[in-house]
């Protein structure tokens, strides 16, 4: 009875363990995200953005929220995103103000992220990847350096 005991304890404990494991990886890379990142491509439904609009949006995260601009105006304001770099590729969330997620998937490789993401609602994509009508958007930022 006491080995049953102490083996149900180990069970118990153990996911928080591995809960607290990936909190502490989500804060680091959240820090690795953080600063401002410039447009350099995008493709939606598999049509490229033309290059007009891409060089006049940047996006800044800080304190786990993002703000998108385009040019000098501010279009989308401190919407709240977790990560999860334990997965395989490495995922992300946006939580919209009207509660819907928009699920993503990212790749952060020194100062360039990619990022593929479903509309809100639907499912992560699995690839970085945007076909025709599969809903998804695929971008590619670089850091702006201070």
Known sequence: ?????????????????ALTEVVDVAEGEMLLLQGTWQLISAIKDGKQTPDENVRKIRVIIKDGKHSVYFGDEMIVKGISF?????????????????????????????????????????????????????????????????
């Open 1 to 17: 009875m006491r080995t049953l005991f102490i083996v149900a304890i180990a069970v118990v404990t153990m996911p928080g363990v």
């Open 82 to 146: 977790v990560v999860d770099p334990t997965k395989n590729p490495k995922a992300s969330t946006d939580t919209l103000p009207d509660g819907r997620r928009i699920e993503g998937i990212y790749r952060l490789e020194g100062d360039t992220l990619t990022t593929c993401v479903a509309e809100a609602g639907k499912p992560r994509p699995l690839q970085f990847e945007s076909n025709p009508e599969s809903g998804h958007t695929l971008r590619v930022f670089n850091r702006v350096k201070p």
